[in-house]
């Protein structure tokens, strides 16, 4: 259905964000090639340009000017390539397209990939499991900036005596992180988690997640963990 193209396109474009980084690095080889450098600086800003507008796309949804302005864009940009062909040392990242397609049918049954994509103004999670793909958008907001930062400093435990100073922060933020992050596709969530996370999130034990707040007088060992429900690779 559209609904479901329009899903497996979001995705591609959180995995081509993904591939920007190597894409850059690989740019900064070519610059001990003969390529004009006007032309290779040139082809960076379109490419950047035609993600934007990718990005666009992904938060505010298909319109009619989006889509004029990309196909524009991708004009340009496969005029800029043409230039750059005889160029024998030049190298062209070809960016994913199609990953949910390519992937469902190796998903098992009792597995789901779980995987975050990063805008200016979203979070976006990515459900993928060998019956559908599912997304759920999430403000990126100072709260959770704020949440990721003290649950990093609160799982940071030097001494065994600073366990018990903390664990009321602990347990705060963790549920908030799982409140926000887990929550909205845990139903969608089979035994087997696989993870793809980026930036603040790579610093996140998403294992020592609460599902609940405990009591007060539980012990760590006994605090309802998002492990306890499912593994995670």
Not at 56 to 77: M, N, P, V
Not at 105 to 122: V, W
């Amino acid at each position: 259905t559209k609904e479901e193209r329009y899903l497996h396109k979001m995705l591609d474009v959180s995995e081509i964000n993904k591939n920007l980084l190597l894409y850059f690095s690989l740019k900064q080889k070519n610059k001990a090639t003969d390529i004009p450098s006007n032309l290779l600086e040139k082809e960076i800003k379109t490419k950047l340009e035609l993600n934007y507008i990718e990005n666009k796309i992904f938060e505010q949804g298909i319109s009619a000017a989006l889509l004029e302005e990309k196909l524009f864009k991708t004009i340009e940009y496969d005029s800029i390539k043409k230039q750059l062909i005889p160029y024998n040392n030049f190298e062209i990242i070809n960016f994913p397209t199609g990953i949910y397609r390519n992937v469902k049918d190796k998903i098992k049954s009792d597995a789901t990939i779980l995987e975050y994509a990063f805008t200016r103004n979203f979070l976006f999670i990515f459900v993928l499991n060998n019956e559908k793909l599912s997304v759920h958008k999430v403000v990126k907001d100072t709260e959770l900036e704020t949440l990721l930062v003290n649950f990093e400093n609160s799982i940071k435990i030097q001494k065994f005596a600073e366990a018990n100073s903390k664990k009321e922060n602990y347990i705060h933020n963790s549920y908030s992180i799982y409140e926000k992050l887990v929550a909205p596709v845990k139903n969608l969530l089979k035994k087997q988690v696989t993870l793809i996370v980026e930036n603040d999130l790579n610093w996140i034990p998403f294992e020592a997640l609460l599902t609940q707040k405990p009591p007060k007088s539980a012990n760590f060992n006994e605090f309802p963990y998002l492990i306890r429900q499912h593994t995670f690779n």
